[in-house]
Every structure is written in C-alpha cells, then in structure tokens.
T-cell receptor, first 112, second 113 residues
Framework: RKEVEQDPGPFNVPEGATVAFNCTYS??????FFWYRQDCRKEPKLLMS???SGNEDGRFTAQLNRASQYISLLIRDSKLSDSATYLC?????????????FGTGTQLKVEL | DVKVTQSSRYLVKRTGEKVFLECVQD?????MFWYRQDPGLGLRLIYF???????EKGDIPEGYSVSREKKERFSLILESASTNQTSMYLC????????????FGPGTRLTVL
C-alpha cells in the first residue's frame, strides 16, 4: 500500500462547480498534513495546511479525518485558474522532522 | 520573498557522464532536499541534509550522491548518468524545526541520452 494515495483524475469540471478530492494515508502516527498545488511544468507550492478542526481559505476547505486516515480538499465556485495538479502531502514525523511524503497528485481541469 | 534557485532548467547529458545539479536558497534554512518527479510516481525523495556536511539517504538514493559544503547550497551528483535517471529534479528547503512549508526551486528537467 502506498503511504499516500490519491485519485489521479483528471477531474474535468465546468467553471463555477464544486469539486472535492480525497486522499488516504497509511501511517496513523502522521502529524502534519498539507495540500500543495502544482501548475504544469512548475514547482509545487503550498496551498494550505490541514488541521484536525478543518480549515477554510476563501473558496478552499480542507478537512482531516484521523480515524479513517483521510484528508479532503473542497473547492467551491471553481475558476479556470484553479486548473492544476493538487498534491496531498503528509509529514510522518519519522526519521527526521521535515521529511514530507507526497501523493502522486490529482489533476483538475476547469472548463468554460 | 523566499527564493530557491536551481542551476539549470533544462539539461541534456549522455550516458556515463558525471552530472552536477546545484541548488541555492537564500532563506538561511537548515534543511534541504532533493526529489525527482516522474509521471505516475509523484515526488520521491533522493537525499536530504539537516546541516552543513550532513546528509541522509531518502527513499531512492541509488545512483546519486550529494554535497553540502555551505548552508545555502545543496548539490546533487549523478556519478555516471543512466537513461533511467531522465526525470524532473526538484530541490526544496525548510527552516529547521518547522513542520510547515517546503519551498521548491523551479526544477531541472534532465534528459540522459
């Protein structure tokens, strides 16, 4: 089983739609969780951290379910500029504090 | 503004050549990382470093070595490049003790012929 698993997509959605991505992780001791965004031929950049209580940043909402070991990202009112690959990232806190484990990413295409 | 730079955006080398990929960060970060990214496999950690002259193997260190002589610079070395090392190479850094954002360089797309 992969440490972090995501549906690769692509998710093709019309502009204005709501779309949700899920991600599962295998290490129950993991402490920190993130969503990164990667545009085509660009480097990954932090989109948002994921907290146990859930957190929201504008149109983006992240949720963590520790019992089921999954993380979700909800994007409301999708924009064309949201088209990118979204990487689920986990810090397992084993073997050193800052090592991150990346999912393979979920591709989102927002269309007119 | 944080900045991680990599020496080349695109690089073409021949099998058996020695290849140096350089990464420099200007944020005084202790921790630096080298990843490769391949379709369907995501980002995989090659090596990381917690301090000058310190290095730790990541998940796929075979065929690679690293050097960290100065805090701001972390070099990835392919001693004898092979075609299966054709990939996108990404460098990242993070402040020591932080569990938050890793800052990535723009990447080097290496092709080994």
């Amino acid at each position: 089983r992969k440490e972090v698993e995501q549906d690769p997509g692509p998710f093709n959605v019309p502009e204005g739609a709501t779309v949700a991505f899920n991600c599962t992780y295998s290490n129950s001791a993991s402490q920190s969780f993130f969503w990164y965004r990667q545009d085509c031929r660009k480097e990954p950049k932090l989109l948002m951290s994921v907290y146990s209580s859930g957190n929201e940043d504008g149109r983006f909402t992240a949720q963590l379910n520790r019992a089921s070991q999954y993380i979700s990202l909800l994007i409301r009112d999708s924009k064309l500029s949201d088209s990118a690959t979204y990487l689920c990232v986990v810090n397992p806190l084993t073997g050193g504090g800052n090592k991150l484990t990346f999912g393979t990413g979920t591709q989102l295409k927002v269309e007119l | 503004d944080v900045k991680v730079t990599q020496s080349s955006r695109y690089l073409v080398k021949r099998t058996g050549e020695k290849v140096f990929l350089e990464c420099v960060q200007d944020m005084d970060h202790e921790n630096m990382f080298w990843y490769r990214q391949d379709p369907g496999l995501g980002l995989r950690l090659i090596y990381f470093s917690y301090d000058v002259k310190m290095k730790e193997k990541g998940d796929i260190p075979e065929g690679y070595s690293v050097s960290r002589e100065k805090k701001e610079r972390f070099s990835l070395i392919l001693e004898s490049a092979s075609t299966n090392q054709t990939s996108m190479y990404l460098c990242a850094s993070i402040d020591g003790g932080s569990t938050d954002t890793q800052y990535f360089g723009p990447g080097t797309r290496l092709t080994v012929l």
